[in-house]
């Protein structure tokens, strides 16, 4: 009875079992402990596995909301990205982030940010150009900082495919030829054989990339004035969008090869939709600027702000990226993909970086763009003085045909939504003592007048003017009348402007009038700089000279400038000296 019974605690009743049996018993016994173990193991991994993937995808608080806001450009490439990273379910606190992404220009956010209406927690512009021109208007320390930026597309030129060889020798791809072409006082320039289209820099950031690359070169090259004469011509030259730019360039209207500039991406998606009118990039051999695509970060919700985090992490992984390159973006360091092969038209190489200008450069050539495209009033003053019907010489003209030609020459430059007006002066021109007669009055050129337009009008009536040949130079009495004129009938949206063509001798009244002393203390006293009207006087003839003197006074007194012209063609140059002035008025001379 006291024995213990160990074949019970060796696996039951070995001591009954044949030998055979027992060996046979133990064998697999050596075999399962083992196998068991792994089981085991695997089990135990597993749960361990199960409990690390819930934790990190756990959706048992429902659903975490990123709203986020991108350009329609980059719109695709993002939204793509944000369904990879759905699918992944990320989670934060317990849910799992869910990211939208919806498309809205730059420009629209940041105006919704500014006026705190924002509907979005993530925004990714196209450029930090357009962030910089935005935070410096009132409404733009609202703005919340830039974050990081996510791909880039260079500015570059941009030409159809089937048009692009007949620029060779014409357009060389660069901002300095760009100016030139559309330089609107190069007549004879490049702009003759190249129409050049732009973006409006005040709602498109590759607009405005390429008004900065353009004004980078200028200023390096001594270009100021064709810059001020190419944005002139540009500014009635204007797609609304990349697409409708792209499209315009793939249409020829007559003998000029049209050129625009726009992103190297919008360039890509154009030729995805409409393969069968492909455009290619031209690159600017000084460099160029490129649109960056940064993100803002505007949620303030605590667990919004860790989903905004990670799907930022997530936009930096290089699956990622390489959904970006594929849409025609590349990577911020300037890596392209196979989408911007050379056999469709690109440079995979990176291309020269211009240096990005500060946050004052971009608010100054804003501001620039937009004072330089305010409609045009002027009244232009024209000397018809006895003096006015004597030969220029060397020329075969009278004094009076060339101011007629320098006046001709000069309308030339307005353009059609300009208001314009004209005055003969000499002595005794409409009634005794009244030195001045209105022949045109101040309207729009496009507009009718007794059936005839304006604009025809005044070139009727600068061709058939003549000198008066007993007329004396009555100029103050005149400029003090149609200073208070345009004084009376100031307009906020418009640059206000006296232009007077003379053949400077100056004030010659017999009758009195006003003295110059007296025109220049009415002047300063009428003058005001916050509804500025400045004064543009052009010369032209021998005795121009003498009478300098008092024709710079006359024109600084209102912020404006005395010309002499030496040939006609010169007057292009001063009406582009006269628009640079509209730039800083009324603080030109400090």
Not at 344 to 371: I, N, Y
């Amino acid at each position: 009875m006291g024995r213990h019974r160990t074949d019970e605690l060796d696996g039951g009743y070995r001591a009954h079992e044949p030998p055979a049996r027992r060996r046979s018993s133990s064998g697999r016994g050596r075999v399962i402990v083992p196998l068991a173990g792994a089981v085991a193991l695997a089990v135990l991994l597993g749960v361990a596995a199960f409990v690390i993937f819930n934790r990190d995808h756990d959706c048992s608080g429902g659903k975490l909301a990123l709203r986020v806001v991108a350009t329609p450009d980059i719109q695709p490439a993002l939204n793509k990205i944000a369904g990879n990273y759905n699918k992944a379910m990320h989670s934060i606190d317990s849910k799992c982030v869910e990211v939208t992404v919806a498309k809205e220009a730059a420009a629209r956010t940041a105006n919704a940010v500014a006026a705190g209406k924002a509907k979005a927690d993530f925004w990714v512009a196209d450029s930090s150009l357009l962030m910089e021109s935005l935070r410096n208007t009132p409404a733009g320390e609202a703005l919340p900082q830039v974050d990081s930026s996510i791909a880039a597309s260079p500015v570059v030129l941009a030409a159809a495919k089937s048009f692009a060889p007949k620029l060779t020798g014409t357009l060389q791809p660069s901002w300095a030829a760009m100016i030139s072409a559309a330089n609107v006082a190069n007549v004879d320039g490049p702009g003759k054989k190249v129409r050049v289209l732009a973006l409006d820099p005040q709602k498109n950031s590759a607009g405005l990339a390429a008004l900065l690359a353009a004004a980078g070169t200028a200023k390096e090259a001594g270009l100021d004035k064709a810059l001020v004469g190419a944005m002139k011509e540009l500014s009635g030259q204007l797609a609304s969008d990349s697409t409708a730019l792209l499209a315009s360039l793939t249409v020829k209207s007559g003998s000029r090869v049209p050129v625009g500039v726009t992103s190297e991406q919008a360039i890509y998606a154009h030729n995805a939709k409409k393969p069968e009118a492909p455009v290619v990039a031209l690159y600017p051999k000084e460099g160029t600027l490129s649109l960056d695509y940064p993100i803002t970060i505007l949620t303030k919700d605590p667990s919004v702000l860790k989903a905004a985090a990670s799907f930022k992490q997530d936009l930096a992984t290089e699956s990622a990226k390489k959904v970006l390159r594929e849409a025609g973006f590349r990577s911020t360091d300037g890596k392209a993909g196979d989408a911007l092969s050379k056999d469709k038209g690109f440079t995979p190489d990176t291309p020269p970086a211009l240096e990005p200008p500060d946050g004052a450069t971009v608010a100054k050539m804003v501001q620039t763009w937009s004072r330089l495209n305010l409609g045009t009033r002027l009244l232009t003053l024209l000397d018809v003085s006895g003096t006015m019907a004597l030969p220029v010489p060397g020329t075969g003209m009278t004094r009076m045909q060339a101011i007629n030609k320098i006046a001709t020459e000069g309308m030339g430059l307005f353009p059609a939504d300009s208001e314009l007006g004209l005055w003969t002066f000499s002595t005794h021109m409409d009634g005794q003592g009244k030195d001045w007669k209105e022949l045109v009055s101040v309207g729009p050129i496009s507009e009718s007048v007794n059936g005839t337009l304006r604009k025809d009008m005044l070139a009727k009536n600068f061709a058939s003017i003549q000198a008066k040949a007993t007329g004396d130079t009555g100029l103050n009495d005149t400029v003090k009348a149609a200073y208070a004129q345009l004084t009376k009938t100031y307009q906020e949206d418009k640059i206000n402007t006296l232009l007077i063509l003379t053949d400077g001798a100056g004030n010659d009244d017999p009758d009195g009038g006003v003295k110059n002393a007296e025109i220049l203390q009415y002047l300063k006293k009428t003058y005001n700089p916050k509804r500025p009207i400045s004064i543009l006087l052009i010369a032209f003839g021998p005795e121009a000279e003498k009478g300098k003197q008092q024709m710079d006074a006359l024109a600084k007194a209102t912020g404006g400038e005395a010309y002499i012209a030496k040939n006609v063609l010169q007057v292009r140059d001063f009406f582009l000296q006269g628009m640079e002035r509209r730039l800083c008025t009324p603080n030109c001379d400090g």
